[in-house]
């Protein structure tokens, strides 16, 4: 039996960045949904599920962290990653994680990887602990 690829959703309104991360997601292992608006990602929320969220910070009539925000209210225990091009002095405690969006791909792998391992840590210890 395979284990599923952790299931990913990108969301930003830079179509050629959101498409290419998510052919690295591909390669590197990774299933990867794209949004464009903070709309769309919502919708995509109710009806599928996700293992991190990856999130621009700058989306058309929003912040990435009031998105955050209304993220964790309907998931609450998904990670979420905002990506930005600059360095963001606000923070949010729906947010687990910054990355610049300079700092290349490997940090972004590592930082999905990290997240995805202690879910499925946390998943395997509940499942024990019932």
Known sequence: MTTP???????????VLNLMR???????GFDCDLAYTAEQALAMLLTSHYDVILLDYYLPGTTGLQ??????????????IVVTGEEIHERCDAIHSYLIKGDGPEVLLQKLNALVKSKSMMKTMHAVAS
């Open 5 to 15: 690829r952790p299931k990913i959703l990108s969301i930003d309104d830079n179509q």
């Open 22 to 28: 998510q052919k690295v997601l591909a390669i590197s």
């Open 67 to 80: 998105v955050a925000n209304t993220i964790s209210t309907i998931r609450p225990a998904l990670p979420i």
